[in-house]
DNA sequence: GTGGTTGCAAATGATTTGCAGTCCC
DNA sequence: GGGACTGCAAATCATTTGCAACCAC
């Protein structure tokens, strides 16, 4: 299975419409939607959500698990694949790009959008915004008919260091 | 697995032979990658070959062995899965994206490089290119330092059609 | 109460890999 | 002739799911 959408009321996508999400804590963000479909409100979740708020970085399912039961919550793996299906779907998490190893995400709430590079050889992922970039974009669906909802750019190469300790064949 | 340096991104791959390559027929190109690893050109490889450039659209490597094998090819899906991975590192095969249901592939030979443009609702995929957008990535690499070797970028949305057919909430 | 949750273990599904028999160079 | 290849089946691995005990509302 994959791109779920959720069942709103009246919720147009949360990364559309800034304003008033802004404004709420990401704890009540969550709370809401949740609500909104009739979920519940579990201490794993919270814990899940605060992890993920409080790693500044980009993650994995797994890595996330390992920190949250390393700080003694008690969560299980399936829970936290779970919740970040929620979370998601809440708006509070973006996924960033899939490899062999899975999906790696990272947390939205208080983030521009933002654009992606990504060493190849120690894994680094470094970012940058454009309007321009998104103007561009813009103009190449509106030629299409195509109405854009989300979108990512990923730029795969060499961070300065590591560029640096590549010998080139 | 290794990360391999595909030949695409604003210079020409400096390491992978360019020159004289793009002159060459597909079979050629891939029979000197070979060579030069000193792997063989086996009827099974020219098989998986034929059909990638044959398929003019995007495919995974599921459906690929499926198509193979219907028409006769007698090529086990673990082949199937090798050969794409040499046809990648050789440059005549680029991973479009990921999802849940895996990598999804389109031959490089004779194309120019381009973005995509992905319907959430049929899957059908719009391509585009813009030169201005390169610009912006190699100027964001270089104020970072990063050097490029490819990129992509997805977005993610509704086509014409499904569009029109999608009750907006 | 009771419908949504959770942990656990088993199930998935795409992709990879160990082997033994084959086949290019 | 020997190292590379191939098919097959077993192995991986991240992620999902069935189920019975639990818990939020």
Redesign the pocket.
């Known amino acids: 299975?994959a791109e779920r959408s959720l069942p709103r009321t009246a919720a147009p996508a949360p990364h559309l419409r800034a304003e008033k999400g802004e404004r709420q804590t990401p704890e009540a963000i969550l709370r809401q939607a949740?609500k909104r479909r009739?979920?519940?409100?579990?201490?794993?979740?919270q814990a899940v959500l605060r992890e993920v708020l409080d790693t500044h970085a980009h993650f994995?399912?797994?890595q996330l698990g390992r920190l949250l039961r390393k700080r003694g919550a008690?969560?299980?793996?399936?829970?936290v694949?779970?919740?970040l299906?929620v979370l998601r779907e809440a708006g509070l998490l973006r996924e960033v790009f899939?490899d062999?190893?899975?999906?790696h995400f990272e947390h939205v709430y208080g983030h521009e959008h933002h654009e992606h590079l990504i060493c190849l050889r120690c894994g680094k992922v470094l970012e940058f915004q454009s309007a321009r970039l998104e103007e561009i974009q813009d103009e190449a669906c509106r030629a299409r008919g195509f109405r854009p909802l989300r979108h990512q750019l990923q730029v795969f190469g060499y961070c300065e260091e590591c560029d640096a300790r590549t010998i080139d064949d």
């Open positions: 299975m949740l009739r979920l519940k409100y579990t201490a794993e979740r994995d399912a797994r008690r969560v299980s793996q399936a829970t694949y779970r919740t299906t899939r062999a190893q899975g999906s």
